[in-house]
């Protein structure tokens, strides 16, 4: 049972060193607030910037460290003031849960950019809406955000597949949109990696004449 205005307990996968070596940890995520949704956590993809994250090779992370940042599942409750979900929908969450919402970098979806530097990341960042608290991510069994940076996913959907498309799936449909790519137009595709094979996937179901070029033969699959 959720108590109104308690922290929400939760559990995951934890490393504590830049070994990659994860165990069990328990944890809590800070109240659901009017606007903010609860996840239980279904399915979390592995991104290899998770792994940079953890083994400390942008920055030194905060530890503990739970990664996380491809993540879907359904909503188990909702804030007072929800109007975007309801308890039973399936949800994802990408690599940000937070920001001002009022500068004009958050105004044109550009949150990365906030100008008040309030943008909070789904693990190892300072959350400055709820007391400086840590994020933890999505190898674990809940989340709870702001509905504003929740997507909604259909019922109908392969929720198991959904994951990846929130970070590698993201970064590659946004630049083919950006770009206008058309029925029979001729596109290369370099590197066959976990990004390359989205953008090939993407493409060919828009109709492009895809070649792709790698330096592992094995993975020249068209």
Known sequence: MLKSGAPIPARGYATESSKWHFSP????????GERDILIEILYAGICHSDLHAASGDHHAPTLPIVPGHEIAGRVIAVGAKVR?????DFAG???MVNSCGECEACKRSEEQFCQNAKTVFTYNSKD???GGINTYGGYSNNYVLSEDF???VPKNADIAKVALL???GITTYSPIMYSKVK???KVAVVGVGGLGHMALKYMVALGAEVTCFDIVDKKILC
Request: contains cysteine; positive net charge.
């Open 128 to 130: 400055v809406f709820h």
């Open 25 to 32: 940890f328990r944890f809590t995520r800070h109240a659901l």
């Open 150 to 152: 929740a997507l909604k």
């Open 166 to 168: 929130l970070c590698a």
């Open 84 to 88: 975007k979900f309801k308890i039973g």
């Open 93 to 95: 969450i990408g690599c």
């Open 183 to 185: 029925r029979g137009q």
